[in-house]
């Protein structure tokens, strides 16, 4: 039930992501009166049951967790209506609400979405935006419907993608963002001042799931395209190629300069403090830090020190390039 001070929330949430929303709420006048988290699951390499970040935070904030497998069913409505919650927010929880939640808050339910909507609607808004070269995104505040991320708009948070931003580095900026911009949407349903603007579905583009078959490095795209690849998937599922037939992952990368007519793409132009230079298809890409099966991450440099490269020709996980 709505008080004086605030919205009583049922919040929904899985990732690290989530994290700055939970907490903004439950510091800000808004009631938490339920969490909803997805359930327990093998982690690690040890594939040890691991709760999920929320899960963790929640319980340190004494907050009631519920981690039901799914949410159709008249069942799980029922119980999300015992909480009589004045609003849902949603934020990167991984499971579909069906109509029946979606209807149950009298505010309706509320998503923290990592874009610019109608712009990376989707599962990796995130990675997209710097996969495509975008300069701009942030995240919006949007009130759901039965389409996926297709509801009107509240409220729009802007921010410049840094130059050498991966999506680890982004994504965490984007949380903060949300945390903010959450309790300032909630602050206006209370106060009757909300306004939500439609989207335009013409302009709208899919950021679809990231896989880990996107991580091999195609050597014969463009170096600022390769550039982009290697902030887009990390930290997952982090771009790969092969050195001496062993994996090598690319953790962090740069374009850089390359002769007019060098040798095939993959091919090693020089090793030294300031990288690995990779010929390409368009330019070189020089790798700064990297993984060798088993191993830390290290400077390229280091292991530039420990072998001789210049010449050797790295090549994608499965041998095409």
Known sequence: MTTESGLAVVFAGTPEFALPS???IAASRHRIAAVLT????????????????????????????????????????????????DVIVVVAYGLLLP????????????????????????A????????????HTGVCIMRMEAGLDTGPVMLRRETVIGVRESAG??????????????????????????AFEP???LQATWAAKL???EARVDWREPAVQLERQVRALNPWPVAETTLDSAQLRIHEAEAAAAPGHGPVPGTILG???????????????????????????????ELANARQLTGKVLGSIRGSR
């Open 99 to 122: 109509p029946a939640v979606l209807a149950l808050p009298r505010q309706g339910c509320i998503n923290v979405h990592a874009s610019l909507l109608p712009r990376w609607r989707g």
């Open 199 to 201: 989207q335009d579905d």
């Open 271 to 301: 090793a030294d403090a300031a990288g690995i230079c990779v010929m390409t298809g368009d330019g070189a890409l020089r790798l700064r830090r990297v993984q060798l099966p088993g191993r830390r991450v290290v400077g390229a440099a």
């Open 38 to 85: 997805q359930p327990d699951r093998p982690s690690g390499r040890g594939r040890s049951i691991a709760a999920s970040p929320v899960k963790e935070r929640a319980l340190a904030l004494g907050l009631p967790v519920h981690q039901p497998a799914s949410l159709q069913g008249t069942d799980a409505a029922a119980a999300i209506a015992a909480f009589a919650p």
């Open 124 to 135: 990796a808004p995130v990675a997209r935006a710097i996969q495509a070269g975008d300069t």
């Open 169 to 194: 580095e982004l994504e965490a900026r984007l949380a903060d963002d949300g945390g903010i911009a959450i309790v300032e949407a909630l602050d206006l349903l209370v106060a009757g001042r909300a």
């Open 211 to 213: 896989t880990k078959a």
């Open 22 to 24: 939970l907490e903004a």
